[in-house]
């Protein structure tokens, strides 16, 4: 037998069914901000992502799937979105006209992690990134969104956590005193870390392992480093963010996994999800769409992990597995025929129909319909044929009614608009 890719996760009908259900109420909301959909390669240049992500990040280093095509050209499955939305952004030339652009996609990610609960090598995630401007107020406005959002699903326990990462005037000063402050007890990192010290001391910050995490938490922070621009810009988002309602916690440990990350940084996490507990992150790319050959535009954006959100959702009534509205049991083959004729015209008028292609007796057919939660169920023989009446059972309530054949798909029509329609 041919296994699943290890990591990848097939998506059944009912996890399905959620999953439509959070697109759909995202979807709702990115509606109201003024964001677009846009849908993208899943395979980029290798090149993007590495001078993007940075080259010296865990994703770029050790996860990305990257393979040269026929060609002999370096292509990767994209670990990530925003690095895709970008390039989109500046070959399309997106940039054009004025305005604030906002953009949303929806899709998989790929990333050569180890599987756990919650980790998987290809994942999913909605992804938003507003182009233009970089007032605090657009930052306040993506988090208050995504906050929105999250409610809407009914996620009460989750934390919002914010930092700046500074800009390119006050980080390279704290990256100089924080290599300086690890280059003291670099015997003590782990191995990745001590190489992170040269390549990028901001990452120790993120290592898992305990010692590093003991050796940074003494470490100076960008907080008390920010310019006064920084410290602004970051005092006025928390003050809008309050404004609203919101709480968050700041914290000055805080860094992303990429590179491209300036100013606002955040992530929401929650306490039901065990060590995988990041539901979203997101931030300021202020020099990334320059970086990568556009024009000098500050952009900020997040990512919601999916599969985490819609784990986080299996008790609520959020999406339920469609069920049909009526399942036609036909007996023979003329009724079956019949049968069928009735379910296309029933289908083209907007109703769930299913019937079985089988000679199964009437009890198995009653069975199956249950089984698939119909809503009606529709007996169909040679008998009703002649008579030109059929029963209509009513699988929840258990009545059941005669229903003339002459007129009948318009009948259900209009009994399913009242009952399930609009
Ligand atoms: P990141 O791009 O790493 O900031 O990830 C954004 C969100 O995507 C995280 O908060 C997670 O919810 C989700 N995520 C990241 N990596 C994985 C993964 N390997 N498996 C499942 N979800 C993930």
Redesign the pocket.
Known sequence: MIQAVR?MKDLLPTEAARWQAIEQVARQVFRCYGFQEIRLPLLERTELFARSIGESTD?VEKEMYTFNDRHGDSLTLR????ASVVRAFIENHLDQGAGVKKYYTIGP?F?Y?R?QK????????INCEAFGVDAPELDAELILMLMDMLEKFGLGQVRLIINSLGCPGCRPGFKQDLTEFLARQVEHLCPDCQRRVVANPLRVFDCKSKTCQEIVSAAPTLQEQLCPDCRRHLDRVLELLSGFGLNFEINPRLV???DYYTRTAF???TTQLGT?D?????GRYNGLVKALGGPDLPAIG????????ASLLTDSRLGSEPHPFLFIAALGEAARQRGFQLAQELRRLGLAVELEFSDRSLKAQMSIADRRKATYVLILGDRELATGEAPLRHMAGGGQETMALAGLAPALARRFAAEEGA
């Not at 670990?79 to 925003?82: G, L």
């Not at 919650?118 to 995630?125: E, L």
């Not at 990041?278 to 997101?282: L, R």
Request: zero cysteines; proline letters at 5%.
């Open positions: 990591g994703i670990p990530e979105a925003t990610m990333r992690e599987p919650g980790r998987y090598r290809q994942f999913h995630q992303r996994g990429l992530e929401v996490v995988q990041a539901i979203a992150g997101g997040f990512a919601i992990g999916q599969e985490r959100l």
